[in-house]
């Protein structure tokens, strides 16, 4: 990200774990000054350091006891200067640390407050506590994006609600600038993937162009491993066809993938006919989206810098 985005801005994190300090990870590597303040313990994610150090190395980072008197007067002090301040708590627990928007600005009018949090404030279940898995089990995306093996791949709520915090803080700054004070914004976990479209259709009526519900656009096993074909635009669709000695497919890009399906079934069977490279290959030469869906380690031939950021 580019450091001068944010040059002279400062920011006090009081978060812990992922989503309000990947928020102010974010904003640090946008060049704003980000001073983190941790409990005397430290933040429980300092048991992973490489995590830790991805999200919290570019920040200034100091141990204040915010149940204590002194220290919360130590706190205010710090965000009686700053522009912004990132929290990750309930009501009731921010009222009773002085870390509440009413209180802040009390000291700082100008603050721009963002509140990472889990449910939305104004429902019933704001005071409850949670953490990612328990939010996304409750909205229903855990049941509709993941198998029931117990197992989950990602922490979906805690990454976006991390980005819109960090969007929240910046669109706060902007406000701020026009309006000369401040402004209190609430980002909660609970509806942050839904902001993002993440919610698939598995009713074939209702399948949607971009959740594997068509067959232009989907996941195929192949004889070696599994692409991935986008070829939502009728050329690339009909560059495919013509390629595989199908052109009576043409035109044919939005069919739903359903079971049974003769012509999904033998699309299916034409690209598990072939390895890997070989649709690659095919790809390359007739202009058509297709990647082969590797893992996490695939590195060799990638002309691409592989970054965690956007410069």
């Known amino acids: 990200m580019n450091p001068s985005l944010l040059k002279d801005v400062t920011i006090i994190d009081t978060t812990i774990n992922l989503p309000g300090p990947v928020a102010g990870g974010i904003l640090a590597s946008m060049g704003a000054r980000v001073i983190k303040i941790e409990p005397p313990m430290g933040d429980p994610v300092s048991a992973t350091p490489e995590l830790y150090g991805a999200i919290n190395d570019s920040k200034e980072i100091i141990k204040i006891d915010l149940k204590k008197p002194e220290g919360q007067e130590k706190a205010k002090q710090l965000i009686a200067n700053?522009?912004?301040i990132l929290v990750g708590m309930r009501d009731r627990a921010l009222k009773k640390l002085g870390l509440d928007y009413h209180s802040l600005t009390a000291?700082?009018?100008r603050l721009v407050y963002?509140?990472?949090t889990g449910f939305p404030g104004d429902s019933n279940k704001a005071e409850h506590p949670g953490h990612d898995l328990t939010y996304l089990a409750h909205s229903g995306l855990l049941k509709t994006l993941?198998?029931?093996?117990?197992?989950?791949p990602t922490q979906l709520a805690d990454m976006t609600?991390?980005?819109y915090g960090?969007?929240?803080v910046v669109s706060g700054l902007n406000y701020q600038k026009k309006n000369k004070t401040g402004i209190?914004?609430?980002v909660n976990l609970y509806e942050s993937p839904f902001l993002l479209g993440?919610?698939?259709?598995?009713?074939p009526k209702l399948a949607s162009s971009l959740d594997g519900g068509i067959i232009c656009y989907r996941v195929y096993e192949t004889k070696d491993g599994k692409i991935a074909l986008g070829a939502l635009e009728q050329k690339f669709f009909d560059s495919l066809v013509t390629a595989i000695e199908r052109p009576e497919w043409c035109g044919q890009q939005l069919r739903p993938a359903i079971p049974g399906d003769p012509i999904f079934e033998e699309l299916k069977s034409i690209f598990k006919s072939r390895p890997t490279a070989e649709w690659l290959s095919i790809g390359a030469t007739h202009d058509v989206p297709i990647e082969a869906v590797n893992d996490l380690s695939f590195k060799k031939g990638l002309n691409i810098p592989f970054r965690t950021q956007i410069e």
């Not at 993941?146 to 989950?152: C, E, H, L, Q, S």
């Not at 993440?198 to 009713?203: A, E, I, K, S, T």
């Open 82 to 84: 700053a522009d912004g």
């Open 107 to 109: 000291i700082n009018p």
């Open 114 to 116: 963002c509140n990472v």
């Open 146 to 152: 993941f198998p029931d093996d117990g197992k989950i």
């Open 161 to 163: 609600g991390a980005l």
């Open 166 to 168: 960090a969007l929240a």
């Open 184 to 186: 209190s914004i609430e």
């Open 198 to 203: 993440l919610v698939p259709r598995h009713d």
